[in-house]
């Protein structure tokens, strides 16, 4: 009777802002999939991975008890979880802990229109009406500030139109939803992101070199994209000055020019974004023949 593969299981939102940018990324990095009849889990149909749709607040627990080996949820969810287990490390909860380079948004309190705010001060006495209580609670501790939090499972920005409460802290990203509800935002106390965490449970090596090549691959979709491939013909006795100029490039290939010794060409990656004043910049510096490609897929 033939074993069957170990299959790595991934928890992903199953809507929300994370969702799509989730999946796109598991994409990237080659993994094909179809979903079951309950659309609630993604069969891997080339690599022996499933991604699990589930509630964003129930993927720490779902790694960290080892129900899932990796998970991709927000900064501020890992951190809510974080401090309701009583712990001051968040790697003693979860094996590893990588930035994503989106779900970008930060935690804020959300002030009502003509009152002002002056800090951390301005919240003595305050009801605040938030979703994340254990994060609201260790930051007015921590700056020993006095006020009652209020628990909102959803609508948060409504709260003080209701008169649950005076202000709220809640999620932000654009500012529109604050500003609807005729709030505006007063002071970050969490700059979150997506994150890539880790089961904390030592896997059988059969897993371990699947989880290994996942998480070079989403390295290598992280770094390319925002990196570019330039090549350009330049001077010489510019290149010193064009080398500076590279945005997040690392030692560029400088190749000889047939029939040329003043000037050669240049072949860099640039992990940061190349924008047109880069361009007329390096143009000026003597670069000439500037070519700008994009970088498809990269393994470090």
Not at 48 to 54: E, Q, R
Not at 57 to 67: A, F, G, K, N, T
Not at 119 to 130: D, E, H, N, P
Request: charged share 25%.
């Amino acid at each position: 009777m033939q074993q069957q593969t170990a299959r790595i299981k991934i928890a992903v939102q199953k809507s929300g802002r994370l969702t799509d940018h989730s999946l796109e990324l598991l994409s990237r990095c080659g993994l094909s999939y179809s979903k079951g009849r309950d659309q609630l889990i993604c069969y891997g149909e080339n690599m022996p991975v499933d991604v699990l749709l589930v509630r964003d607040d129930d993927i720490p627990s779902l790694v960290q008890e080892d129900i899932c080996d990796l998970g991709i949820v927000g900064l501020n969810v890992v951190e809510e979880y974080r401090l309701g287990i009583g712990t001051a490390d968040a790697s003693a909860v979860f094996r590893q802990v990588s930035l994503l380079d989106f779900g970008h948004c930060r935690l804020s309190f959300g002030v009502p229109d003509g009152t002002s705010f002056e800090g951390s001060v301005s919240l003595a006495g305050k009801r605040i009406a938030t979703s994340y209580p254990r994060i609201l609670k260790d930051y007015l501790q921590r700056e020993g500030v006095d006020a009652t939090v209020v628990e909102f499972s959803g609508a948060v920005e409504i709260a003080p139109s209701l008169g649950k409460a005076d202000l709220i802290c809640d999620l932000v990203s654009s500012g529109s939803t604050l500003r609807a509800n005729q709030l505006y935002e007063a002071q970050t106390i969490l700059e979150s992101r997506a994150a890539l965490i880790q089961t904390p449970v030592q896997v059988p090596e059969e897993k371990a070199v699947w989880i290994k090549r996942l998480l070079q691959r989403i390295e290598g979709v992280q770094q390319v994209r925002e990196s570019k491939y330039i090549v350009l013909h330049a001077p010489r006795s510019a290149l010193d000055a064009i080398r500076a100029l590279l945005p997040g490039s690392e030692a560029p290939t400088i190749m000889p020019l047939d029939g040329r010794d003043d000037k050669v060409a240049l072949h860099a990656v640039c992990r940061e974004n190349v924008f047109w004043e880069t361009l007329e910049q390096l143009k000026e510096a003597g670069a000439s023949s500037i070519l700008v490609l994009p970088v498809e897929k990269m393994l470090a």
